[in-house]
């Protein structure tokens, strides 16, 4: 069946640092690709999407490239500041759109 | 506009008893899905429904149920409640559901007694 791994947390960064969370999938055909995040007392929201091999998802600095040949839909950003601590979830649609499939999150702390 | 909305907040119940938990989409939006959050975990897709047809079933067993409306709002349902449904219940809606992004709502925080 579909399935996503991501990296355990918790991930501890001090401001301005390099970010990379990875996560990896499982799935047949071409699933669609997203990062969602929950910030402290917030509900899930969409952070950026991607729908095919190749593209590049990106919203408030993060970004993602759909890996077709590694399976992969790493989130990276360049430098991260204390209100991005939040958790971070991977997660996919399976080709027919019939289910939704989330990674176990990781939870970001950024430290001043 | 108002997201998703969600009722209950809070619910407190006990092993055996029955539950239903409601969802109002974001206006326009005709799909909406259930997922089960334990605490520490990411969410656990249960349903999905679109123009008040289920389209997609997770690997929950038939205690759980659900049911959209023709206003496209949806109940889910869990009978014979067991300690381990203790969790956080989202409802996510999106305009024609399928693979399309899921905007979420705050949740439902069923505790089992």
């Known amino acids: 069946g579909n399935s996503v791994t991501q990296m355990e947390g918790p991930v501890t960064l001090s401001e301005e640092a390099f970010l990379t969370i990875n996560c990896t999938y499982t799935?047949?055909?071409?699933?669609?690709l997203f990062w969602y995040v929950q910030y402290p007392g917030e509900g899930l929201q969409l952070l950026l999407k991607?729908?095919?091999?190749?593209d590049k998802g990106s919203n408030k600095g993060f970004e993602a490239t759909y890996r077709k040949e590694t399976t992969s839909f790493h989130l990276e950003k360049g430098s991260v500041q204390v209100s991005d601590s939040a958790v971070y979830f991977c997660a996919l649609s399976d080709p027919n759109g019939q289910n939704f499939v989330f990674g176990p999150g990781t939870r970001l702390s950024v430290l001043p | 506009d108002a997201g998703v909305t969600q009722s209950p907040t809070h619910l407190i119940k006990t092993r055996g008893q029955q539950v239903t938990l409601r969802c109002s989409p974001i206006?326009?939006?005709?799909?909406v899905s259930w997922y089960q959050q334990v605490l520490g975990q990411g969410p656990q897709f249960i349903f999905q429904y679109y123009e008040k047809e289920e389209r997609g079933r997770g690997n929950f067993p038939d205690r759980f149920s659900a049911r959209q409306f023709p206003n496209y709002s949806s109940e889910l349902n869990v009978n014979a409640l067991l300690l381990g449904d203790s969790a956080l219940y989202l409802c996510?809606?999106?305009?024609?559901?399928?693979?399309?992004?899921?905007?979420f709502g705050d949740g439902t925080r069923l505790s089992i007694l």
């Open positions: 799935a047949t055909g071409y699933p669609s």
């Open positions: 206006s326009g939006h005709k799909s």
């Open positions: 996510a809606s999106s305009p024609t559901g399928g693979r399309q992004p899921q905007h």
């Open positions: 991607a729908t095919k091999a190749d």
